[in-house]
């Protein structure tokens, strides 16, 4: 019901209810499904199986249909957020959950209204045979499970095209992202789960599913932290989330032999989108001014129980919280390798090389973020120029991917210290990810939290020379 | 504070990328005022009102909204304000009552109340001739009444208007400047900026002028009138220019008479430096020496040129 009494609900349906697009995308989804049908069924009279062509052609309408619709969301929420709206929506007191919600919500319906339109072209499908009943269905739900996180990414890519807050390297890495996860996904359901280690084929789905609502939920919150990053943060569930759907790739999925978290062939992609995650929004969190927005910070004080406090506290918004969150992130690692290497013998070294090695890169994304900012605290230069910090940061990078280059290229490293090169650029850890031969990490989670380390201590050496500053009477 | 103050502004700043926006800008709004807000592009007027909206954050100094301060309480201060943007958001498809309604309802109105409030506002607006016309045809002065409408929705105390009579034609100015007059008779506080002084001479008890993010000048515009024009100047005009030599001397001869000038169309400017008290006699005298008046009156400084002596004084 609280869905249903959505402000944005009412507004975009009434909008696309009144608008011209909704007759032309109704009216045509419903001649193109009817053609398709007819043309198929009297184009090859007499054939047999004609279902599954029909059910084909059929899926192609329905996913355009949802492109149309995650396209139309896309240009409306841009058009808003130019417009500046999202402005009067807070002003009126609604949260970002609402808003972006709302616009969810909308996008949703619109789909569903379509995807009604299909339904019954889809079970004529069965009539003329070559399709099982299960697979309509299942067709049918992997539709209506994927089309959340479609329309959120086409609302996150609009609200992200539009902030200053993110550069355009981060808009590609999360475009990249997007196109990642939902074929993975797909391919989780649509093929038969295999059971892993004795581990049941439901426990796959179970797994694969918690990854992929964990993931819409980190989308829709990354949505919401987009709104308005001048006054509001939802930093706190992001990050809490993060942590959570980590945890839950290696305990679960991994183990599982999920999909969405890795079947052998799909190892080392499927960590990708995780080492990118923590990449893109450490690097958004870390270097960035240490204060924390308005709203959070009511919201912070405002809280009475000791037990949220003390979550608020370790996920806080602001670069103290990343720390805290990527040295979780590394912990969980840790604890990972521990359980998978001595706990649970030959099962648990089975697991470990399953996924487990992979996901050590996660580590080293950390590792990039951590070290270079450590350094670049020694240099007062660099103090409260966040953009200039990012800057030499992404140099550093590039600088490194181009020596490990260099190095393989001029055979210094080879073999079994190819792995070695991941330590000098994030790039070069996506090369080692996804070099299946070699994909080695030397140093386990342990490079990332020493990083983390040396960057707390860097921060604590420079809060102890703005003290001793102060004393003497010089500006900080 | 004193419970007579609907806004209070102390030593506030805000900073962008280095560039110093507001600079310690201090003020106080009594309750049930109208403050005509005016400066220069780029003093520093639309940052100061969106601190006050709650949508930017100051660097320093504080705000109070009702007794509320900003940083303190923001979602309450957010329930007590009206702010109209210099910017106007259009939604294709909607009509003006959509547009209202979809507002009431991102405000929580209570739906029992919800339609009557609407259409009480949108009478008050003159809108509700057009309540089923879509959002995107109407005229500019249209769009200005229904953003006025859409700030009113919450029913709030305090009004921040950002350039609401930007790009509007004489007669939308004229009525929105009569609904503003309205709102003020209601009781409600209203903190307005324009580039269009006449407009706020005429409707603002207090005028709050800013040039380079510091206050320059805040008072009532007779104050401000007064301040920089301490001497009274005078204007008389006679049917036709031939008495005009006579009336120069006489008017030379009287004391407290000073910088005589001949102005347009047969007048004869000057200043009196004697009590105003004493200016009926003069006319009279004038009558009874001959001279054929037919206007008489005190030359005033206008809003313009009040403006420009503050923010440009040796211009």
Redesign the interface.
Known sequence: MAVL?N??L??DT???L??RFFAALFFGLLGVSEFLCLSIVLGAEGQEGLGRYVFDALNYCLGFYLLCVAVMGHNMAVK?FE???F????????SLEKMVGGKLASLFYQFVFGFFCVVPFLFFCFYLGGTSFSSIARTAAVFLLAAPYFLLSSLFSALISRTRAVSSFGRAAVFALMVIVVPLFAEGLLILPRGFLGFMPWWTWISGLAGYLLVCLLLFYLCCSLVSP??DSRELPIKFILTLLYALMLLLGVPAGSSLFGTSSLLGPASVPVFFLVLILGFFSVYRPAGV???AR?RKRKRRSRILRAVFWFFEPGPAGAVRTLFLICAITALHDLWAGRLLGPVGIAVKARGGTPFLGVSYAIFHLAFPGGLLMAVPLLERRNNLVRAVCMVFWVMGAVLAGMLLSLHVISGSEKGLVAFLSPFMSMYALLDFTQRQFAGGPWPGMAALVFLWLMARMRERRHGRMAKAGEPS | MTAGEMLIVEGLSKRFDGVLAVDRLSFALPRGSVCGFVGPNGAGKTTTMRIA?????PDAGQVLVDGMNI?????KV??S?G?M?D????????TCQ?YL???A????VNPRVRPGRISAIMEFTGLDRIAEKKVETLSKGMKQRLNLS?ALV?DPVLLILDEPAAGLDPHARIEFRYMVKSLAEQGKTIFISSHILADLGEICDLILIIDNGARVSFGSFAQMQESLSPEARFTVRLVSGDGLEGLERFLLERPGVQKVAPGLNGSISFTYTGELSEIPALLSEMLGQGFAVVEFRQEAMTMESVFLKITKPNG
């Open positions: 009494s402000a944005i009412y507004k009434t909008q696309w009144r608008g808003e417009n500046r709206t402005e009067l929506y807070e002003l009126s007191g609604m001048s006054t927005p308005l709203m009511v | 909206a709650t949508l930017e954050e940083l303190e309480e923001p979602y957010r329930r304000i702010f943007p910017h106007f958001g259009v939604y294709p498809d909607l959509d309604e979809f507002y309802r991102a405000y929580e859409r919450n």
